[in-house]
C-alpha cells in the first residue's frame, strides 16, 4: 500500500503565504544621499544660487565680483587701505560658511560691497535664508573681513567673534546656532 500523502499543516501555510507575499512586494527604496549644496548669496540680500559643487560656487561668485579669489587677496595684500578701490560700490567675496567643522558639507560664499575694514566697527549684516539658519560649524573670511556669528536675525541674539583668519572649527558656543553674521 503506498504511503498516504502528507498534509501540510497550516503554520506552514502561513509561512509559504508570508514568504510570497514579502517576495511579490517591492523592497523599500534607499533614499540616494542629496548632493552637498554649495551657495552664493549677495549680502545685499539679491537672492541665492546653488551649485553641486564648491568649485562651481566659488567660480560663480568670481564672475559676480569680476576677478578671481587669488586676484581679490592679491590686490588687497599691496593696497594701503585694505579695499580693492576707493568706490565701496566694488564687490569682493567677503567670505564662505561651512555646513560641518573642517570646512565639510555644504556652503553657503557670501558677496557684497566692499566695505569690510578688518575692525570691531560693524559694516553691515546678512540674516541666512532659513534652510541655511542653525548649520554653520566653520568659517573662511576674505577681504579682511571680520565675521561675527549671532544666534538672531539682523544681527541679533548671542555672538560670537570676531572670526578674522579661517576657522575650522568655530566652537561650541555658535556651532549649528548661527542665524546671521555681522561683518566689519
Known amino acids: 500500500m503506498p504511503p498516504a500523502p502528507r498534509r501540510l499543516g497550516a503554520s506552514a501555510l502561513l509561512t509559504a503565504a508570508t514568504l510570497a507575499s514579502a517576495l511579490a512586494s ?4 534607499t533614499a540616494a544621499p542629496a548632493p552637498a549644496r554649495h551657495c552664493v548669496g549677495d549680502i545685499d540680500g539679491g537672492g541665492q544660487e546653488c551649485f553641486d559643487t564648491y568649485a562651481q560656487a566659488i567660480d560663480a ?15 588687497l595684500s599691496v593696497s594701503r587701505t585694505g579695499t580693492l578701490a ?4 566694488f564687490d569682493v567675496i567677503i567670505g564662505t560658511y561651512f555646513e560641518h567643522a573642517n570646512y565639510g558639507g555644504a556652503t553657503f560664499t557670501l558677496y557684497g560691497d566692499n566695505t569690510c575694514q578688518g575692525g570691531d566697527d560693524i559694516e553691515f549684516w546678512f ?4 534652510d541655511w539658519q542653525g548649520i ?3 568659517a573662511q573670511p576674505w577681504a579682511r573681513c571680520s565675521l561675527w556669528l ?8 548671542d555672538r560670537d567673534g570676531p572670526y578674522r583668519e579661517n576657522t575650522p572649527d568655530i566652537g561650541g558656543y555658535m556651532n549649528d546656532r548661527t542665524v546671521s553674521t555681522t561683518l566689519g
Not at 26 to 29: E, G, K, S, T, V
Open 26 to 29: 517591492p523592497l523599500p527604496a
Open 61 to 75: 561668485a568670481e564672475d559676480r565680483v569680476g576677478r578671481t579669489l587669488a586676484e581679490q587677496e592679491r590686490a
Open 86 to 89: 576707493a568706490a565701496s560700490d
Open 127 to 130: 540674516t541666512f535664508p532659513s
Open 136 to 138: 554653520i560649524s566653520s
Open 150 to 157: 549671532h544666534a538672531g536675525p539682523d544681527g541679533t541674539g
